[in-house]
C-alpha cells in the first residue's frame, strides 16, 4: 500500500484520482459505514440494500465523481453523506416508479424491490423535496441538515467544516427543523424517533 497519509489521500481528490477516493474509502472505512448503518437502522429488516451495499454505492458514486474536493476527513465524510442521500433517493424514486409501471430507472430493480416500504419511499421522497426547496430559500440551512442528518456529522464537526461558529449552526439547525416540520407537516411529527427531533 502506499505510504500516502490521508491528508496526502485528501490533497489528491482534487485531480480526480479514482485511487485517492479508493484509498480514503478503506481509511474510513469505519466511519462509512457507521454512517451508512445509522441511514439504514430505520429500514425494515429483509431488504436487499444492505449497509455495506449502500458504502458500496457511495464508493462508485464518487470514483466517478470528477476532481471531488475535501479539504479533511470531515468533509470527504460530508461529501459521502451527500452521496448517501442521492442513493437513498434515487432507489426511493426507483421503487415508486416501478411500482406505477414506469419503465425508466436508473437503479438495478433487484436493489429497489424489498428496499423500502411504500411509506417509507413517501417519507424520503418528502424529506427531500423539501431539502431542495430549502436548499432555494436557506442554503445555509440545508446544508446542515444535510451533513448532520445524512452524513451524521455532529454540530461542532458541521460547524468546523462550513467555516462557521457553533452557536451559528445550533441556531441555523433549530430554525432548519422548524422549517422541515412546518413543511412536511405531521408526517416528520409523528415519528418518535425522528431525526430531525
Given at each position: 500500500?502506499?505510504?500516502?497519509?490521508?491528508?496526502?489521500?485528501?490533497?489528491?481528490?482534487?485531480?480526480?484520482?479514482?485511487?485517492?477516493?479508493?484509498?480514503?474509502?478503506?481509511?474510513?472505512?469505519?466511519?462509512?459505514?457507521?454512517?451508512?448503518?445509522?441511514?439504514?437502522?430505520?429500514?425494515?429488516?429483509?431488504?436487499?440494500?444492505?449497509?455495506?451495499?449502500?458504502?458500496?454505492?457511495?464508493?462508485?458514486?464518487?470514483?466517478?465523481?470528477?476532481?471531488?474536493?475535501?479539504?479533511?476527513?470531515?468533509?470527504?465524510?460530508?461529501?459521502?453523506?451527500?452521496?448517501?442521500?442521492?442513493?437513498?433517493?434515487?432507489?426511493?424514486?426507483?421503487?415508486?416508479?416501478?411500482?406505477r409501471g414506469g419503465e425508466s430507472t436508473?437503479?438495478?430493480?433487484?436493489?429497489?424491490?424489498?428496499?423500502?416500504?411504500?411509506?417509507?419511499?413517501?417519507?424520503?421522497?418528502?424529506?427531500?423535496?423539501?431539502?431542495?426547496?430549502?436548499?432555494?430559500?436557506?442554503?445555509?440551512?440545508?446544508?446542515?441538515?444535510?451533513?448532520?442528518?445524512?452524513?451524521?456529522?455532529?454540530?461542532?464537526?458541521?460547524?468546523?467544516?462550513?467555516?462557521?461558529?457553533?452557536?451559528?449552526?445550533?441556531?441555523?439547525?433549530?430554525?432548519?427543523?422548524?422549517?422541515?416540520?412546518?413543511?412536511?407537516?405531521?408526517?416528520?411529527?409523528?415519528?418518535?424517533?425522528?431525526?430531525?427531533?
Amino acid at each position: 500500500m502506499n505510504g500516502k497519509s490521508e491528508t496526502g489521500w485528501l490533497d489528491e481528490l482534487g485531480t480526480g484520482s479514482a485511487e485517492a477516493v479508493d484509498r480514503l474509502v478503506r481509511l474510513l472505512q469505519t466511519e462509512l459505514r457507521e454512517m451508512a448503518h445509522g441511514r439504514m437502522r430505520n429500514e425494515r429488516v429483509g431488504h436487499t440494500l444492505s449497509t455495506t451495499g449502500l458504502v458500496n454505492e457511495v464508493y462508485l458514486r464518487l470514483c466517478k465523481a470528477r476532481q471531488l474536493r475535501a479539504d479533511d476527513r470531515t468533509g470527504f465524510l460530508a461529501a459521502a453523506g451527500n452521496t448517501m442521500r442521492r442513493i437513498l433517493v434515487d432507489h426511493a424514486r426507483a421503487k415508486k416508479s416501478h411500482k406505477r409501471g414506469g419503465e425508466s430507472t436508473r437503479v438495478p430493480l433487484d436493489l429497489v424491490e424489498p428496499f423500502l416500504a411504500d411509506e417509507e419511499v413517501e417519507n424520503l421522497l418528502l424529506l427531500d423535496a423539501a431539502l431542495e426547496k430549502m436548499e432555494r430559500i436557506n442554503p445555509e440551512g440545508a446544508l446542515i441538515v444535510e451533513h448532520r442528518f445524512f452524513a451524521g456529522l455532529t454540530q461542532e464537526e458541521t460547524a468546523s467544516l462550513l467555516g462557521v461558529s457553533l452557536k451559528t449552526v445550533q441556531r441555523r439547525w433549530i430554525a432548519a427543523r422548524a422549517w422541515l416540520r412546518r413543511e412536511l407537516g405531521a408526517a416528520v411529527e409523528s415519528e418518535s424517533d425522528s431525526p430531525l427531533t
